[in-house]
């Protein structure tokens, strides 16, 4: 029979462009987040976490930007390159508890 | 240190037979998950233990899976029998004190 997989929404840019990827999270207890970047055949590697007490943190060609109001998390990558191309996940986490809640994350497809 | 190892990378196995996939996690760190990715369910949450022991096994399936951590630098997740829908690629990841989580390389693990 025919397999239904999960239907990742996908975000297809240029080489040089900047990428903005959304991610809205349910737990408004939830204080902690991370954004994971997935390469084909290997396991999630941290990008950079933010606390709930920021609004806004920068890495090396990353910005992790925390809307608390709307429970919603984005994650921009500044001069996208073909190797950035993965599957991104957002986790969130609320202290106290050890587990991270992923989301189903998102494809990014840079073309050079 | 040289991160969340696993082992062994791919599992080939029949229907019916006992598969164990272990895990080294980072030195040092209090807890370690197991989690399962496929393309119908995403990364899932099996299990994860908090300083050797088990805290939250709602995740696992069925009485087939089982998961063990007899000290702090070891961990198996076993399947027994195992089945074709338990392929999937099993992930193990550690973390200190509920921050990020460092993520294997990961098992893939095909049952024909």
């Known amino acids: 029979g025919e397999s239904v997989g999960l239907h990742l929404p996908t975000l297809s840019v240029q080489e040089g462009d900047n990428s903005i990827i959304n991610c809205a999270y349910s737990n408004s207890a939830s204080d902690y987040f991370i954004w994971y970047k997935q390469e084909s055949g290997k396991g999630p590697q941290f990008i950079i976490d933010?606390?709930?007490?920021?609004d806004k943190r920068q890495g090396q060609r990353v910005t992790v930007l925390l809307n608390k109001t709307v429970k919603h998390l984005s994650l921009q990558i500044a001069a996208t390159q073909p190797g950035d191309s993965a599957v991104y996940f957002c986790a969130e986490n609320e202290s106290g508890y050890s587990t991270l809640t992923f989301g189903k994350g998102t494809m990014l497809l840079v073309s050079p | 240190d040289a991160g969340v190892i696993q082992s062994p990378r791919h599992e080939v196995t029949e229907m019916g037979q006992e598969v164990t996939l272990r895990c080294k996690p980072i030195s040092g760190h209090n807890s370690l998950f197991w989690y399962r990715q496929t393309m119908m369910r995403g990364l899932e949450l099996l299990i994860y233990f908090n300083n050797n022991v088990p805290i939250d096994d709602s995740g696992m399936p069925e009485d087939r899976f089982s998961a063990k951590m007899p000290n702090a630098s070891f961990s198996t997740l076993k399947i027994q029998p195992s089945e074709p829908r338990d392929s999937a690629v099993y992930f193990c990841?550690?973390?200190?004190?509920?921050?990020?989580?460092?993520f294997g390389q990961g098992t893939r693990l095909t049952v024909v």
């Open positions: 933010i606390r709930s007490n920021m």
């Open positions: 990841a550690s973390s200190l004190m509920g921050n990020e989580a460092f």
